[in-house]
């Protein structure tokens, strides 16, 4: 199980952190290339940057407009993210192996608060599948993959937070700390390629929106002859 | 798919893969990525990336030459793309460099700081000067496109013969300066290589090389693209190529006979064995198949012949670049994968923006598209997934992307970890002193070894102060020596074995009854060894911090422990020769070092070895005078 372990957070570590490092940047870069052309065949140049900006930030903080319809799905949800950012990146444990391998160190969290936000992201994030389940209208939009994230995200913060507050004994430690380090290295392989790509997708999805409704009016026949459809309903 | 897409995804992997690598090399240095040494400092990226790189651009000035100096106009389709890769391949020698300079932030010291009288100074500021040229040379065909840019353009292009003519000259003066860059080492060139007319015989071969290049670029991106072969043009450079590869020949020829060399050439070892080779393949060969009319018609037999001249002459700068050294300096190396990655890397990204280029500027009358992004054929879908891509070109750009991240992340995954001190400090296991009154200390079994007279340290000192010299007593052990903790000769060792005594294989013991529960596990939280361990006696530890266990290296451990009393002892005694190194080093280190110095071995050990720093002043301007005069007995 050691040498598992070794090769979990060294090669696999690194291959699955590179790939979600440049993966994020390349959808990233491919977004901004998209929006660029699709900015160029809009018919009406005059974007209002300024709503655009506004609609943007408006949806990284809670109290908004979508905020009266769902206050406690959006303050759970508020709260699941910060823990879920927060932990992973400034826990000291995981400082620690950064800069042992890199040299690298930052700010960490005290041990109180990494006790208490693990607990707390590890509460929200059952909430929230808890309300995904047994809404009607959440549970009709769903698929499959809006169930397993919340699970797959549970499971390195509850197998981190035994391996960090359980006296277990080393053979369990073990154990729990190769299913942290693979279920971490699972998250980021999938994250580019799965929704939770909207991490550095959100801040553009209004640009899009707002462009969508710039485009000459005749756009939609254009993108039928290009489809080979000519005349067909759209 | 398509034969361009698909050379592209090749490209885009292998670029990936190396810029992974690379960055191994910048943040880790060269001792962690390449095999050279000391007295290997120029290897692959040198004979390879730069020598043959430069080599490589030569099509710029032979073609420029041919087009606007004899005028003859029937080779105007080949101009542009020579210049071009002239660029490219200047580009490429200076990223090449980039890997390759111990200091690559240094780069631009050569334009301030002045130094005429060093052939890389001359090399530096040719390749700076001449890809200035070829940029101003190259630029009007970008400028082409944007019409604000025409008045730039139009500026260019009046002066456009006077670039043509710098650039002649500057890279006629540089191909035959990286020749006389050896002419500094005939020590250290093998004699079939070493010449006093290297710089012509590169100028030669450059030449020659230049001209096959541009037949094998011509004949390589028109197969790309499914075009008709320019067949009759490439005819015709293999008619001039061999009179250029006939006087090389001739000029090899003369020069060896007349160095006496013709009996080395024949002996049978394996440079004469490289000799025979190049010389066929690279001049030979390519004589024969192109003097051949019918041959040299023949599409197969120019891919052959052109390749072959290429090939052959790029095997000779790597040749005179570092291989044939090798047999006189007695060093073995090998390039490393993580070298030969990297070269690789710098010529598929070369190859990119030359794709590029051609598709986006007029390089030719008739501009290549990849089928793909024009921007009426059908929207492509990945097959494996039934994704749909988007529009062509973004499609393209969809897979490039992905083939390069995933590339670097298997170049970041195959990274070697630990590796942070690369060859200049060798990882040595020590074994252990031998003897019983006199202990022979030997750590890294060279032979070099110390006689120590144990025995009559501990009269000197008493029999109760073993503990001066053992200071730490491993569990279980009544005395400990040196080698248990001092593990490696020449780098310092954690010998806290931290995992160990977490893992169930080990010690098995539960985080928290070393770490304090409730509080952050780490360093300062930590129990101290002498919790579990009575026995160690910290008290007397000679040179241990509390907290960060390391042992240092067993040389500094020897040379801590036992200089810094034989600097006190000589002071009481007044016995100035205890602190000369040859008081316990009883082998002539100096002639070692001589030895060293003609290249025999590389005994890195030299380097490595750290003095204490003991405030002494009197005792040490002692020892150097007693040194000088030990160096001049
Ligand atoms: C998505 C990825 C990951 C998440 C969300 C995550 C989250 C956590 C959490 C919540 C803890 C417990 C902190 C506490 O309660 O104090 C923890 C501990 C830890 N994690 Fe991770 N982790 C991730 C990936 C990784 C990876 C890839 C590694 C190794 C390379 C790693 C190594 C550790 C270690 C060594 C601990 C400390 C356990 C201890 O203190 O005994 N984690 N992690």
Redesign the pocket.
Known sequence: MESWLEF???PL?RL??AIMLLGLIRIFMLDIWGIYKAYRKAGDKNMPWKLVLSRGLEWFFPVNRVARNRPFYSTFSTLFHI??LV??IF????V??WEKSIGISWIT?P?DW??W???S??VFAIALLMGRMFNKSSSFLSRKQDYLWPIL?LI??????V???LNVNPTY?QFF?LM??L???L??ILIPFTKIAHCVLMPLSQVVCTIAWKFPPETDEAVCSTLNKKGAAV | MNRVQNTKIILWLITGFAAAVGLNRFIFGLGATTNLTDSTPWGLWIGFDVMGGVALAAGGFVMTAIFYIMKREEFHPLVKPAVLTAFLGYMAVILGLLFDLGLPWNIWHMIIFWNPHSPLFEVGWCVMLYSAVLLLEFSPVPLEKYSRYAKIRNFLMKFRFVFVLLGIMLSTLHQSSLGSLFLIMPFKLHPLWYSNILPIQFFLSAVALGLMMVAFESLASHWLYKRKPETSLVEKLGKTVVWVLSIYLIVKIIDILAAGEITIVLNGSWESFVFISEIFISIIFPIIIFSVPKMRRNIKAQWIGSFMVVFGMVFNRINVGGLTMLSITGDSYTPSWMEITISLGVVSAAALVFLFVIEHFNIWDLKPQDPESLPHTAPSFDYSSHAWLGTPDAASLTKFSLAFVLSFAVGMALMPEKKLHGKGIEEITVSRASGIERLLINGNKDDNLVEFPHKEHIARLGEDQCAQCHHLTLPRFIENSCWECHTNMYKPVDYFKHNWHASSSGANIK?DNCHVEGVQ?ESKSAKNCVDCHPKYDFNNARFIGSQKYFAISYTDAFHQLCVSCHFIKADELNKQNLTECKSCHKVKIHDQVAENLKWKTTLPHFNSVILPNIEKEKNQSEMSKDEKENINN
Do not use: D, E, W
Request: hydrophobic fraction near 50%; proline fraction near 4%.
């Open positions: 979990a957070k060294g570590f699955t952190f823990g879920l932990v992973p826990l000291y444990a995981h620690k192996q969290l041990f990494a006790y936000l693990t607990i992201t590890i995200l390195p913060f509850i197998t981190g937070f391996c960090a507050h430690y700390m942290h380090v279920s971490g290295n998250i980021f | 985080c596990r």
